[in-house]
């Protein structure tokens, strides 16, 4: 992992023009870098300075932060191991098996997946269960396009996603802390919801293994912990999957766990967030602020129910 120039940026240094040289920067220093087929794409694709239309106008979150205050359990469950030991994650070579009720299975190397689509730079808020908040600029596809190839039949509702359980690389995996492999789930509607991204990326560059690499997903009006990193699996269900949190504590995660300032964690309030790098708390926003982009995927639905 190459996290350069750790952002001694201050956020309010961080325009859309400032990304864009740091982009270009990263795009003509990385020949040879692992990901180099994505280089070529990411270069003829990215538009000057434009992020897509998804993305939040709002400071994004120092790099520094975001790739050193992270969740990934299988490294273990402080918010720095993740950065100490996800360097040992062999990221390569990397499969994704798409799988269950479609009419054509495939797995598809990270090479492959790579080729799908164009790279867009989306700006998003991320809302972790915990209470904290950050704005991270990724680079990555919509997951529909990786769902699109292999024509799910009419039965398949859900969509599962498995994460990588590597044994030799994740000290966490040896504990008990969760069911591994960490295991995550959508409807096929929010799954194939435009704003619903596989990010390969961030800052420009390629996504720090403590983010997730080589890929993972990426559900902004959701909680944090929907975000599956390192995926290896996605498997298509009639029923709804159950995921590594709902077993772990039924009553605290729900399948939906979209974000919403209402309904509390049976231990805390979700009203407010704060924002790394940032003292005051900020009022929670229902969808995370997407609800003008996503309300209608539950209409009729008891959010305090199915949360
Ligand atoms: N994915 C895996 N495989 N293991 C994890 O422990 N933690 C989740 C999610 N994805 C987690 C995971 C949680 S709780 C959050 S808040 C986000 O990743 C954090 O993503 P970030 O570290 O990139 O900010």
Redesign the pocket.
Known sequence: MRIRHPAAIAASEITPRALFDRRREFLRASAGLALSTLVPQAEARLGPGKPSIYSTSEAPTPLKH?AGY?????FGTDKED?AQYAHALHTRPWTVSIEGLVQKPKTLGIEELLRLAPLEERIYR?R??EGWS?VIPWLGFPLATVLKQVEPLGNAKYVELV?AAQEDTMPGVKRHVLDWP?TEGLRLDEAMHPLTLIAVGLYGDVLPN???APLRLVVPWKY??K????IVKIRFTESEPRTAWMKAAPREYGFYSNVNPEVDHPRWSQATERRIGEFFKRRTLPFNGYGEQVAQLYAGMDLRKQF
């Not at 992270?70 to 299988?74: G, L, R, T, V």
């Not at 975000?227 to 390192?230: D, I, Q, R, Y």
């Open positions: 975001v992270n969740n990934f359990y299988e993740p991320l972790c269960v950050m994460t960490y403590q983010n997730g944090g912990f975000s599956g990193k390192s």
